[in-house]
T-cell receptor, first 116, second 114 residues
Framework: DSGVTQTPKHLITATGQRVTLRCSPR?????VYWYQQSLDQGLQFLIQ???????AKGNILERFSAQQFPDLHSELNLSSLELGDSALYFC???????????????FGAGTRLSVL | AQSVTQLDSHVSVSEGTPVLLRCNYS??????LFWYVQHPNKGLQLLLK??????LVKGINGFEAEFKKSETSFHLTKPSAHMSDAAEYFC????????????FGTGTKLQVIP
C-alpha cells in the first residue's frame, strides 16, 4: 500500500459529461501529480501541485482542470468528455521538499475512466 | 532539456534467463534516476533509484541498475527472470529545474516465457 488513495476506482460515464477524480496524498506529502495512461498514448504527465499551488503542467487538455485543497487532497476535473478520454488516471504524491533524490513519487492504484 | 528513451518497447525472455531493459537519458542538470514497475491493472511501484551515490544500485526483487554517466544510460538488469517479473517497466529522470521536473519513459513490457 503506497499510502496514496484514489477514488473512485472505476467510473463509467457518457460523452459530454463531467467527472471529478479525487486523490488523497500520503500523510505529510505536499506535492501531488496527475497522470493519464492510455493504450495509445502511454503514461502522460498532466499536472503537478505543490502545497495548493500549480507547479508544472504537462499534456493537459483545456477541458481538464485540477486543484489542490488546503488539506492537500487534490481533484482532477474532466469535462465535455470524449471517447478518447477513456484511460487510467493516476495520482502520485511526494514530499516536495528537500533534495530531488528524496522526492520519490508514490502512486495510487488509479481510477479507470470509461467514456461510452 | 530533459528526456528519457527506453530503447525497447517489448522484451521477451525465458524464465531463469537474464533480463536487460535499456534506458538512456538526457538532462542539463545532475539528475536522479528511477525505475518503476507496473503490474497489470495496478499502480506504479518504485523498483530502485539512483541519487548520485553508488553507481550500481540494487532494488527490490533482485533487480539492479548501473548509472553510466559517460553513456548517459541507466539500464535495468536481473540475473534470472521469474514469471512474476512480467510487467511494464518505466525509466524516470528527475531534476531540479526551478521545480522538480519529472520525465517518464514510454515503458518496456517484459514478457517471461515459461
Amino acid at each position: 500500500d503506497s499510502g496514496v488513495t484514489q477514488t473512485p476506482k472505476h467510473l463509467i460515464t457518457a460523452t459530454g459529461q463531467r467527472v471529478t477524480l479525487r486523490c488523497s496524498p500520503r500523510s505529510g506529502d505536499l506535492s501531488v501529480y496527475w497522470y493519464q495512461q492510455s493504450l495509445d498514448q502511454g503514461l502522460q504527465f498532466l499536472i503537478q501541485y505543490y502545497n495548493g499551488e500549480e507547479r508544472a503542467k504537462g499534456n493537459i487538455l483545456e477541458r481538464f482542470s485540477a486543484q489542490q485543497f488546503p488539506d492537500l487532497h487534490s481533484e482532477l476535473n474532466l469535462s465535455s468528455l470524449e471517447l478518447g478520454d477513456s484511460a487510467l488516471y493516476f495520482c502520485a504524491s511526494s514530499p516536495g521538499t528537500g533534495t530531488v533524490a528524496k522526492n520519490i513519487q508514490y502512486f495510487g492504484a488509479g481510477t479507470r475512466l470509461s467514456v461510452l | 532539456a530533459q528526456s528519457v528513451t527506453q530503447l525497447d518497447s517489448h522484451v521477451s525472455v525465458s524464465e531463469g534467463t537474464p533480463v536487460l531493459l535499456r534506458c538512456n537519458y538526457s538532462s542539463s542538470y545532475s539528475p536522479s534516476l528511477f525505475w518503476y514497475v507496473q503490474h497489470p491493472n495496478k499502480g506504479l511501484q518504485l523498483l530502485l533509484k539512483y541519487t548520485s551515490a553508488a553507481t550500481l544500485v540494487k532494488g527490490i526483487n533482485g533487480f539492479e541498475a548501473e548509472f553510466k554517466k559517460s553513456e548517459t544510460s541507466f539500464h535495468l538488469t536481473k540475473p534470472s527472470a521469474h514469471m512474476s517479473d512480467a510487467a511494464e517497466y518505466f525509466c524516470v529522470v528527475s531534476a531540479l529545474e526551478g521545480y522538480q521536473k519529472v520525465t517518464f519513459g514510454t515503458g518496456t513490457k517484459l514478457q517471461v516465457i515459461p
